[in-house]
């Protein structure tokens, strides 16, 4: 073996030790979390509090003792979730040694495609500038950026960018609105200039391409295993605008980190569906699924277009490395987000196009969405009102409060660096998602509710994207 190989063998057994050490302490955290949520709530035998001398019936009076023993059974709805989530991060390596870096392809070339409104015009071409000033970088070759917008964004001086103003008279054969119809008009026989072979990436106007995902991306295409594949969105790696909805967003993070690597990576299915942006798709599979569902795949059509794709048959895969993007820069359009959120999952739930075998995922999220504004109560009803629980409903109930609260510790590891922040600071970060979560709880309920007494599929809530005020991280 020559020096050189030797200095290889040597450089790639550290990083695969580091990996697995840092697997395996991040392991270590979610044992911890777990433990210390099952004596908090006693769970554990050692540390239940006897309550047999306690008559609920009698202490509280028999119809609040009956709805608060239903209110405790809900908290199990989510288990399916939490559990998919438990898994990924079991099985699945947190830390994994990145792929090595090829800057072409074999067969096809790559589309980044972003769809938007046209209503932040500098907000598109800055991000265009960055992602093609990463991609020229990295030695990317056959690629382009597709701008598929409704209102023109006059695109001059970047090379590769081709610009699909989408008509105002254009109508899709099923009539699908807002961004599906965008999506549709870019798929049209007479407007589509790419191959079968062609490969796309979605990203949305704000999302920036990292060296890691483009990696990813490209080793996922050159593997030909799977017509479809997402990766991990981090929310404040870059810049944060609100920090109250950036916290709360880093649970959705460690779902990726999860939920998306275990139901991606290891069934190859989207159980409980996927995100719009960071999708890589194969342009034939794409085109054959299409996103022309009507009106009711129009509010979440990522989640529409996901469980059509499965149920054709189309396999999916997990896509190694990370994108950032931006949580929402106010409160209430982080309201507004869950709410169209909401109502678009549950008309996709609803769906006679899609069968019911493929939507169980989809309705225990919408079962946890419906019943959110009520099962939180027991934040207060449980230490305010003591009741003897059965042992497996109360062990449940505190598993899946356990995994969603190491989620968010864990996505803010993903998220923030000692490196750039310091010892104290990100530790302060980290500890704050966990004081984070109930603000989460009362935002999402809020969605829940809006989402429940407002006209569903008759508004698609366009959110702030772009700001100057911005605290870079």
């Known amino acids: 073996m020559t020096t050189k190989n030797r200095k290889y063998s040597l450089e790639s057994w550290m990083k695969t030790t580091k990996s697995r050490l840092k697997h395996f302490l991040t392991l270590a955290l979610l044992l911890i979390v777990l433990v210390i949520v099952f004596s908090a709530s006693g769970a554990l035998p050692f540390t239940r509090t006897p309550l047999n001398n306690v008559d609920p019936y009698s202490q509280y009076g028999k119809v609040p003792t009956i709805l608060m023993y239903i209110l405790r059974t809900l908290t199990l709805i989510p288990l399916p979730i939490m559990l998919s989530n438990f898994f990924g991060i079991i099985f699945c390596n947190t830390y994994p040694v990145p792929s090595r870096f090829v800057t072409s392809l074999t067969h096809g070339s790559i589309c980044f495609r972003v769809v938007t409104r046209g209503t932040y015009p500098d907000l598109v071409k ?21 701008v598929v917008t409704d209102n023109p964004i006059p695109i001059t001086g970047l090379l590769n960018v081709r610009e699909l103003l989408v008509p105002m008279w254009y109508k899709t054969s099923r009539g699908s609105l807002f961004k599906a119809r965008a999506l549709q008009y870019s798929l049209e026989d007479n407007v589509t200039v790419l191959k079968d072979s062609d490969w796309i990436v979605h990203l949305d106007e704000e999302t920036l391409l990292t060296e890691s995902s483009l990696a990813g991306v490209l080793n996922f295409i050159r593997s030909g295993e799977y017509e479809f594949g997402q990766g991990v969105i981090t929310y404040a790696s870059d810049s944060v605008v609100c920090w109250i909805t950036t916290l709360a967003d880093l649970i959705r993070v460690g779902g990726d980190y999860g939920n998306l690597r275990f139901t991606l990576g290891l069934l190859h299915k989207p159980v409980f569906s996927w995100k719009g942006s960071f999708i890589v798709a194969n342009a034939s599979a794409e085109k054959k699924v299409s996103f022309d569902f009507g009106p009711e795949g129009s509010l979440a059509e990522d989640c529409f277009f996901a469980l059509m794709a499965w149920k054709e048959g189309y396999k999916f895969g997990y896509v190694e490395g990370e994108m950032w993007e931006k949580s929402t820069f106010s409160v209430m359009d982080f309201i507004q987000q869950r709410k169209r959120w909401i109502q678009g999952v549950s008309l996709a739930f609803l769906s006679k196009q899609i069968p019911i075998r493929y939507k169980l995922g989809i309705g ?61 600071r990100f530790i302060l970060l980290c500890t704050l998602t966990v004081g984070i979560a109930p603000i989460s709880l009362i935002l999402e309920s809020t969605g829940v509710i809006l989402a429940a007494v407002s006209k569903q599929g008759r508004e698609f809530h366009i959110v702030k994207k772009d700001s100057e005020r911005t605290i870079t991280v």
């Open 126 to 146: 800055r991000n265009l500038r960055r992602n093609i000033e990463l991609c020229s970088k990295a030695g990317l070759q056959n690629y382009t950026f597709e």
């Open 364 to 424: 225990v999220m919408v079962l946890a969405w419906a019943f959110m504004p009520v099962t939180s109560l027991n934040i207060l009803l449980v230490p305010m009102c003591p009741m003897s629980v059965h042992p497996v409903v109360n062990t449940l109930s505190a598993f899946s409060g356990g995994v969603a609260i190491f989620l968010f510790m864990f996505g803010a590891i993903k998220s923030f660096t000692i490196r750039t922040h310091g010892l104290f």
